[in-house]
């Protein structure tokens, strides 16, 4: 297939590369100065996207999507897929996916997860909204940036599915982050802890594949100084997201508000900016903290 990408960052980058290496003929732009194996750059947005038959975006938010938008979808050919791969707002989304489908084109949301690791190793999964046509034709490029595609339903759907799971494990890490540190408090020893709640019913994907404290459980980044990994500064983006979209639906959501302010205030009053997600277990080890 004859692919555009654009936005070409830590997650963008890779995926492109693996475009490339599976035999596409990729043309690549991004903001910034960058190359990628494999990938022609091209001077604008608007050149990436004309002539392809599938343009994904990988971009920081959903004004910065929107504004993308409106350059390449009046160059796009009629039938092409717009592919989103960003994490947006799930109203960012349903516009684009509505002024795609009115220039003939077939939209998609399709955010991911597995970080720049799921990226670099072709082991992403992805979220899809869209139509199934639309979802049909990139199939196969799902299969070489990642390891598994769900299609969640029409546009918006699968910034709704990234979402809902991201608030999960927002509060799931605080939660086992508070549990450790009063289990310290309580004299508990944290192995004898891990043991217990990995195998009983306060087991989660924070407590049993990325647990927040350092020499237990599998390697996660608090063997490694708490380096990310998956940064506090982009689950807060994402508590965020979720904390907008339960408004416009008015959904209560309190602990995924919680979790927002947490987040908050860990990254920008306190030491979590640029951290990983999982060292809120060092914040909860001091006392004091609300
Ligand atoms: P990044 O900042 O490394 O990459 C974004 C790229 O977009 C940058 O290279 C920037 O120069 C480029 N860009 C910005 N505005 C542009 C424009 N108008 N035209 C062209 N290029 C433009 O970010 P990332 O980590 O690659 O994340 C990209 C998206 O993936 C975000 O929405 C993020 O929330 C999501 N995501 C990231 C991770 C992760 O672990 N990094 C995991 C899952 C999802």
Not at 198 to 205: D, E, F, K, R, V
Request: charged content about 20%; glycine content about 12%.
């Amino acid at each position: 297939m004859k692919i555009g990408f654009i936005g070409l960052g830590n997650m963008g980058g890779p995926m492109a590369a693996n475009l490339a290496k599976a035999g596409h003929e990729v043309t690549g732009f991004d903001m910034a100065d960058v190359s990628i194996d494999g990938v022609t750059m091209a001077a604008s947005a608007e050149e990436t996207a004309t002539g392809r038959d599938v343009v994904i975006t990988m971009l920081p938010n959903g004004q910065i999507l929107r504004a993308v938008a409106d350059q390449v979808i009046p160059v796009m050919q009629r039938g092409a897929v717009l592919l989103d791969c960003s994490t947006v707002d799930v109203e960012s989304a349903r516009a684009v996916a509505t002024q795609g489908q009115t220039a003939d084109l077939l939209a998609l949301d399709a955010p991911v997860s597995g970080g720049v690791g799921g990226a670099q190793g072709g082991t992403l999964t992805f979220m899809v909204g869209g139509d199934e046509a639309g979802f049909n034709i990139a199939k196969e490029l799902f299969d070489i940036m990642g390891q598994k595609a769900v299609h969640c339903g029409p546009s918006g759907n699968g910034q709704a599915a990234k979402i809902c799971n991201n608030m999960i494990l927002g509060a799931t890490m605080i939660v086992t982050c508070e549990a450790f540190a009063l289990a310290d408090k309580l004299g508990l020893d944290r192995q004898a802890m891990f043991d217990v709640v990995s195998t009983s019913s306060g087991y989660s994907w924070s407590m049993n594949a990325y647990c927040p404290a350092p020499g237990i459980g599998p390697q996660s980044p608090a063997d490694n100084g708490y380096q990310p990994g998956f940064a506090a500064d982009l689950m807060l983006k994402d508590l965020r997201l979720a904390q907008q979209a339960a408004e416009a639906a008015d959904a209560d959501t309190p602990l995924g508000q919680a979790a927002r302010d947490l987040y908050a205030q860990f990254v920008e009053d306190e030491d979590g900016a640029g951290r990983d997600f999982s060292a809120m277990l060092p914040r909860f080890e001091a006392r004091g903290h609300s």
